[in-house]
């Protein structure tokens, strides 16, 4: 089993940052990929960004050239660094961990973008 728990949501005017961090712990041995999903009120669940073990990295159109995400290994965390939020960013934003096609989620953590 793997556990993962996200940090880091809260509200913020447009244009704002905000730093997800989710650390996962437990059987972590094998994770292939790590990534963070959201859904927004209406929406379906869709993926943001994924981090993979060789270190390859994808960006949904949307939060390309805003969001970043990365990884520490040491701290078996990986973060979500979100700036010039929109909006339309606003949704529960999810961590998922991979495992040979086996999937591994936290608890959601909420962003709110508005003025």
């Known amino acids: 089993q793997v556990q993962l728990v996200e940090s880091g949501g809260g509200s913020v005017q447009p244009g704002g940052s905000l730093r997800l961090s989710c650390a996962a712990s437990?059987?972590?041995?094998?994770?292939?990929?790590m990534s963070w999903y959201r859904q927004g009120p209406g929406n379906k669940r869709e993926l943001v960004a994924r981090?993979?073990?060789?270190?390859?990295?994808y960006y949904v159109d949307s939060v390309k050239n805003r969001f970043t995400i990365s990884r520490d290994n040491a701290k078996n965390t990986v973060y979500l660094q979100m700036n010039s939020l929109k909006p339309e960013d606003t949704a529960v934003y999810y961590c998922?961990?991979?495992?040979?096609?086996?999937?591994?989620w936290g608890q959601g953590t909420q962003v709110t973008v508005s003025s």
């Open positions: 998922n961990a991979n495992r040979d096609g086996y999937l591994y």
């Open positions: 437990g059987n972590i041995f094998g994770i292939n990929s």
């Open positions: 981090i993979s073990s060789l270190g390859s990295i």
